[in-house]
């Protein structure tokens, strides 16, 4: 049991045995804060998906022992990750991706859209919540409404929304939180909003996800897509569907394999050792659970939100060590100067560096970090700057140190107070 006070303090030590990658001589070597990009996988995650590929490495659910027991790995992890998300295993699809899964999704809304009906996509968003949608209006007629960022701040204004919703409004698109701004959007509003014009409410969560574990047991949202590469887990796209949306979608699956709901958005072969581990997400939530809570056993999506708290008050406490020392810099940071609202991912650029520069001189440091677009090429490109060199992005997650934070700073401080 961690040892605590009076406040409960997440362990951010016990935390980082259970990652393989902390155990390597290149951990210390490395500060590690490109995690937006993707997380180290947490060490039930890895051994499952090692006994996967060392014991059951054949085609599922086949007539002889070794592919049952492949199956029921693959079961178990999509019954886990809808228990962590407290919903409905039907109303889960896995797919390779957030941008497969979306564009599925897109394609799959072609039959109930036509001429005369409109679709809002945000200039905040990611491009793979932006580009299929795009080609879907194309095709089918209906209208694509921009809803454009403050050209100043990138923050998206919900009366630009309102203005443009109305009865014709099918399809709203937004991000939970931009992955270059990182203000956390009021989405239940946005879907309030979007439902009262009878809309469906589409959120990529993807960036948040990392940050704030995705409950859904009590979303409004018609679909909520994130990634569990970034959530320390394999490089899978999970998209939950409401059910009364899923009715009114077009199947993409093999036309046999439509009578399950959670088939009917899948249009790739599964990764059936990719999903059989993420059974071990689950069993890395008990793992802090049980460590740091005494309460009695709870359902998993409650027991992942109170871990999830924990991870994100250890790394806000980090980033705005980070954000402070940054308004003494001189650096341009997008969103929010302080920790309310926003996740621990700050994109920022350098009055005397390109972003590249600044990416490769903060690596000689020992801190890893990365810089581009981002694929949110709209955003960049609507606040002026240039997509290809874009942003120095630098993303916490719940497994960094105050060590590690504190040599990014004094990195940062070193190069752009050189060069001032
Ligand atoms: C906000 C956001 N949306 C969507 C995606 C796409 O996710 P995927 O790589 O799973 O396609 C990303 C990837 O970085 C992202 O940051």
Redesign the pocket.
């Known amino acids: 049991m961690a040892n605590f006070t009076d406040q409960l303090i997440f362990d951010v030590d016990f935390a980082r045995k259970q990652f393989p990658f902390f155990d390597l001589n290149q951990s210390n070597e490395w500060a590690f804060f490109d995690n937006?990009g993707g997380t180290f996988p947490c060490r039930p995650v890895v051994d499952k998906l090692e006994h996967f590929y060392k014991n059951n490495k054949v085609q599922p659910y086949g007539d002889n022992a070794l592919a049952d027991a492949a199956g029921e790995q693959m079961d178990r992890g999509r019954k886990v990750i809808s228990d962590l998300m407290g919903v409905a295993m039907d109303t889960i699809t896995i797919g390779p991706?957030?941008?497969?899964n979306l564009n599925t999704l897109s394609n799959a809304c072609t039959g109930f859209l036509s001429k005369g009906d409109e679709i809002i996509i945000s200039e905040q968003d990611?491009e793979?919540?932006i580009g299929g949608w795009e080609r879907v209006a194309k095709h089918t007629g209906a209208t694509l409404n921009l809803w454009k960022v403050n050209e100043s701040d990138g923050e998206l204004d919900l009366a630009y929304l309102e203005k443009l919703l109305n009865n014709n409004t099918k399809i709203v698109c937004v991000?939970h939180s931009s992955?270059i701004i990182g203000t956390v959007n009021p989405i239940d509003q946005i879907i309030d909003m979007g439902h009262s014009f009878g809309a469906k409410v589409i959120i990529?969560g993807?960036?948040y996800a990392p940050h704030r574990w995705p409950d859904l047991s009590d979303t409004k949202a018609d679909a909520y897509c994130f990634?569990t590469y970034k959530t320390y887990a394999t490089h899978q796209?999970i998209m939950y569907v409401s059910p009364g949306f899923l009715e009114m979608l077009e199947p993409q699956c093999h036309f046999f394999n439509a009578y399950r709901p959670w088939s009917q958005l899948d249009t790739a072969g599964p990764d059936h050792a990719g999903i059989a581990a993420l059974a071990g997400l689950g069993d890395y939530f008990e793992v802090l659970y049980d460590h740091h809570f005494e309460k009695p056993d709870l359902p998993l999506n409650i027991k992942a939100s109170m871990v999830s708290n924990l991870m994100n008050s250890h790394e806000t406490s980090l980033c705005k060590v980070l954000l402070e020392r940054l308004t003494h810099l001189p650096t341009r940071i997008f969103g929010k100067n302080t920790m309310q609202g926003r996740e621990a991912n700050i994109a920022l650029i350098s009055e005397n560096h390109t972003s590249a520069r600044l990416s490769t001189l903060i690596g000689k440091k020992g801190i890893a970090t990365k810089h581009g677009h981002?694929?949110a090429y709209r955003i960049l490109k609507k606040m002026g700057l240039d997509p290809d060199d874009g942003v120095l992005r630098l993303s916490f997650s719940h497994y960094n140190t105050m060590n590690e934070t504190v040599r990014l700073v004094n990195a940062l401080t070193g190069i752009l107070e050189k060069s001032a």
């Open positions: 937006a991706s957030t941008t497969q990611h793979a919540n991000t992955n990529d993807v960036s990634s796209g981002f694929y």
